[in-house]
T-cell receptor, first 113, second 113 residues
C-alpha cells in the first residue's frame, strides 16, 4: 500500500541555519504530496503542496519539489527562525481512493536562538 | 470564525464510560475525516464521510461509531472506553477530494483513567 517515510527527529538547529527534512514515498499512480506543520497544542496546518512531477510548492519561506524519479518531496528553508519550531508531517493523497491522506511519522524541529 | 471546530478540547473520563466528540466545519467542504494521533504523534485515519455517506472505515474497534447528520457535521461516539483509547482525536475536512489538502480542527485530547 501507499506509504510515506520521513527522517527521524528531533532536528535541532540554530536560528538562521538551513533546514532540510527528507521525505520519500511509495505509491501507485501519481499522488499529490503535502507538507503539514503542527505547532504545540494545535491541529495540523497545510504548509505547502504539489500535485504533479517537478512542481514546487512554497509558503512562508519553505519549499519542496515533487521528484518522481527519486520518489521524494524534501522540505527546505534557507533560514529558520525560533518560531518555526514545530512538528512537520509529509503526506500523500493517492489518485485511487482519493479521499485518504497517508501521513509520515512526523519530524520535530527545535530552533535555538 | 473557526473553520473546523471540535468540542470538547479536553476530555478526561473513566474506563467503561461512553463519550462523544463533535465536529463542525463552516468551509462548505464535502468531505470530513476523523484521525487519531498517538503519543508519538503518529496519525491514523479512522473514518471519512463524503456528503453524509461513509466512504472510509478503517480497521477500528466497533466501539467507535461516527455519525454525520449533514455535510457540515461529523461526530464520533465511543462506547466502553479503554485505556488504549487515550489519544488526540482530530477532525478534518476537505473539498470533494483529499488532494486539495485538509483543514484540521484543533483536536480533542482524550484521557481515559
Amino acid at each position: 500500500g501507499d506509504s510515506v517515510t520521513q527522517m527521524e527527529g528531533p532536528v535541532t538547529l540554530s536560528e538562521e541555519a538551513f533546514l532540510t527534512i527528507n521525505c520519500t514515498y511509495t505509491a501507485t499512480g501519481y499522488p499529490s504530496l503535502f507538507w503539514y506543520v503542527q505547532y504545540p497544542g494545535e491541529g495540523l496546518q497545510l504548509l505547502l503542496k504539489a500535485t504533479k512531477a517537478d512542481d514546487k510548492g512554497s509558503n512562508k519561506g519553505f519549499e519542496a519539489t515533487y521528484r518522481k524519479e527519486t520518489t521524494s518531496f524534501h522540505l527546505e528553508k534557507g533560514s529558520v527562525q525560533v518560531s518555526d519550531s514545530a512538528v512537520y508531517f509529509c503526506a500523500l493523497s493517492g489518485n485511487t481512493g482519493g479521499f485518504k491522506t497517508i501521513f509520515g511519522a512526523g519530524t520535530r524541529l527545535f530552533v535555538k536562538a | 470564525d473557526t473553520a473546523v471546530s471540535q468540542t470538547p478540547k479536553y476530555l478526561v473520563t473513566q474506563m467503561g464510560n461512553d463519550k462523544s466528540i463533535k465536529c463542525e466545519q463552516n468551509l462548505g467542504h464535502d468531505t470530513m475525516y476523523w484521525y487519531k494521533q498517538d503519543s508519538k504523534k503518529f496519525l491514523k485515519i479512522m473514518f471519512s464521510y463524503n456528503n453524509k455517506e461513509l466512504i472510509i472505515n478503517e480497521t477500528v474497534p466497533n466501539r467507535f461509531s461516527p455519525k454525520s447528520p449533514d455535510k457540515a457535521h461529523l461526530n464520533l461516539h465511543i462506547n466502553s472506553l479503554e485505556l488504549g483509547d487515550s489519544a488526540v482525536y482530530f477532525c478534518a475536512s476537505s473539498p470533494d477530494r483529499a488532494d486539495y489538502g485538509y483543514t484540521f480542527g484543533s483536536g480533542t485530547r482524550l484521557t481515559v483513567v
